[in-house]
């Protein structure tokens, strides 16, 4: 769910671990099982809400993806 409730616990909400991912890519583009290895230690979610969050991102044009690299779109 993106609009967060009083019962959700905020860090693992859609909108947030977007924007660690979008933090994350600003450096380089990088290995899908990199990039949620590194997630998974910060944020403790599971591989779907990992998914959630890029497909969130991929559809609001944020990232690209390349064979199993991903990168971000915008500057």
Do not use: C
């Amino acid at each position: 769910m993106l609009i967060p409730t009083k019962h959700e616990n905020l860090s693992r909400n859609t909108l947030v671990v977007g924007a660690d991912i979008l933090t994350h890519l600003k450096s380089s583009s990088i290995d899908i099982e990199e990039l949620y290895q590194q997630i998974k230690i910060r944020k403790d979610i599971s591989l779907d809400e990992f998914f959630n969050s890029l497909l969130f991102l991929w559809l609001n044009e944020l990232i690209s993806y390349d064979e199993s690299r991903i990168e971000v779109k915008i500057n």
